[in-house]
């Protein structure tokens, strides 16, 4: 049997990113192989994604970035069982490393970020890797990306919310920083009354209608009550109608032009972890 020095277990740690223990035992049942090892590391990490595919993988880090001319954005969701591993620095770090490989390459769906070769291998096989050194069943839970004249993200809550605000043209990188604090905190359902699906609105309404027959307002004034309760609704869900969390005497749209009057929000990406 071959001798396993620390410095060979060391290598084999930096290669694959498993912890020193599962290099050890890798390298003795390879009997020092490294190649041998590392397949024993990938196989293992298939097997315990294999093992614990049905249990929930509700904790993990939420990352957003930019790239550097700000133009384009991505969220990505990577998911693990415990909070405990979500707060791992390895686990971060593969995280980052995920959410930097799509700036990078500009994936445009799940799928297709989950196919970019990472060091060698799949992202998908690098991420069944990370199971086998968490030892939890962990997958990528979500994936997007914006392109627009200007993009700002931001992480809350030690990774558990991620935003992306986009706007029209570059603005005060701070002001719309704190739109995309008042996107993770206020979780709007959409940009503007515009943009919200009639689907919605007339389950709002329905909602309106029947709160107030249930107040026993008469007939001829519920469809006016119904569509003030959905003015309300859309005010408060959605965001540039919103009141500005850290001045609630403007909206949020009124907050921006504040900042420069053509300035204003496109499109927005939130996930979180709860």
């Known amino acids: 049997m071959a001798k396993i020095s620390a410095s060979d277990?060391?290598?084999?740690?930096?290669?694959?990113?498993?912890?020193?223990?599962?290099?050890?035992k890798a390298l003795t049942e390879a009997d020092g192989d490294f190649e041998k090892a590392k397949k024993v590391i990938r196989e293992r990490g298939q097997a315990i994604a294999n093992k614990r595919s049905e249990r929930e993988a509700s904790e993990g880090a939420v990352i957003a970035k930019t790239t550097d001319d700000a133009k384009t954005?991505?969220?990505?969701?990577?998911?693990?069982?415990?909070?405990?591993?979500?707060?791992?620095?390895?686990?971060?770090?593969?995280?980052?490393?995920?959410?930097?490989?799509?700036?990078?390459?500009?994936?445009?769906?799940?799928?297709?970020?989950?196919?970019l070769e990472m060091d060698g291998k799949s992202v998908t096989d690098q991420v069944k890797n990370m199971s086998g050194i968490t030892g939890e069943k962990v997958e990528l839970g979500y994936y997007d990306i914006i392109e627009a004249p200007f993009i700002v993200a931001y992480i809350h809550m030690n990774?558990?919310?991620?935003?992306?605000?986009?706007?029209?043209?570059?603005?005060?990188?701070?002001?719309?920083?704190?739109?995309?604090m008042q996107v993770a905190a206020m979780n709007p359902i959409a940009?503007?009354?515009?943009?919200?699906?009639?689907?919605?609105?007339?389950?709002?309404?329905?909602?309106?209608?029947?709160?107030?027959?249930?107040e026993g307002k008469p007939e001829k004034i519920i469809d006016k009550i119904a569509m003030g309760k959905v003015g309300k609704f859309l005010k408060e869900n959605t965001l540039l109608n919103q009141a500005f969390v850290r001045d609630n005497k403007v909206s949020v749209q009124e907050y921006l032009k504040q900042q420069d009057k053509d300035l204003t929000v496109t499109e927005f990406k939130r996930w979180s972890l709860s």
Do not use: W, Y
Request: charged content about 30%; glycine content about 6%.
């Open 73 to 115: 954005g991505v969220v990505v969701c990577l998911n693990c069982e415990t909070d405990f591993v979500a707060k791992n620095d390895d686990f971060v770090s593969f995280a980052h490393k995920l959410t930097d490989l799509a700036l990078e390459k500009k994936p445009q769906t799940q799928d297709e970020l989950l196919q």
């Open 9 to 24: 277990v060391a290598k084999l740690r930096k290669i694959t990113g498993a912890g020193m223990m599962d290099c050890k």
């Open 191 to 214: 940009v503007d009354k515009d943009s919200v699906s009639q689907d919605v609105i007339d389950k709002e309404k329905e909602i309106g209608r029947q709160q107030a027959l249930n």
């Open 159 to 180: 990774n558990k919310i991620g935003t992306l605000v986009a706007t029209n043209k570059e603005g005060d990188k701070e002001a719309v920083k704190n739109v995309a």
